[in-house]
């Protein structure tokens, strides 16, 4: 009788925790339904684990539905990370340089994918919350053949994105804190658009 006691308090707790899951995850898909898109100021912080070092950037982020984005870099160097929904140009003006790959190889877009596509992500990722405190969500992936081993997204009280987390397949951290959002940003389809200037060393990722 107690083993069945156990038994049965554990499937309770799983079934009150799957419900937390979905609830949550289903609050955020209708706090960005109707939104097209958010601009912020972002702090970056990568800390590289084979070397024990932090590199801290810092700059303005637009993000758009359909995987439109662009990351544009003040501090320290200038970069500039756009996408047009095909195309990942990352540009680097003081090495002369501009890497192009395709959109949906760029771990950098999954963020977007969950804001704005409202997939199943409990299909692709194993999930867990704890949103005592705004909601902190951890996603990790189920697949083994990602750059990406976990992706934390963190919402305020008000289901605004404040922080994301990403540790690669050799424990790098990338932390992004976002402030002065914006929803609903105005810029069109042009503005996820890069035109190479001349001279630049063009690198073609596949």
Sequence with gaps: MKNLLIVTLC???LTIFASSIQENLQKIQDKYKDITG??????????????????KSSGEVVFKKEL??????????????ISNQ?????????NEQVFISEVKKSELTQISRFLFQHEDLQKEYDITIDD???????????SKDLSYKKITLTFSSELKLTKTEMIDQFDNVNTI???????????????????IPEGIEVIEQK
């Design 11 to 13: 499937l309770m707790s």
């Design 38 to 55: 958010f601009e912020a100021n972002f702090e970056q912080n990568f800390y590289h684990k084979a070397y024990k070092k932090d590199k």
């Design 68 to 81: 439109f984005m662009k990351w544009s870099y003040n501090s320290p160097e200038r970069k500039y990370i």
């Design 86 to 94: 095909e195309k990942l140009w990352v540009y680097e003006p003081e």
């Design 132 to 142: 005592k405190n705004g909601v902190v969500m951890d996603l990790t992936p189920k």
């Design 177 to 195: 804190a976002y402030s002065n959002i914006k929803l609903n940003p105005t810029q069109d389809k042009s503005f996820f658009e890069f035109k």
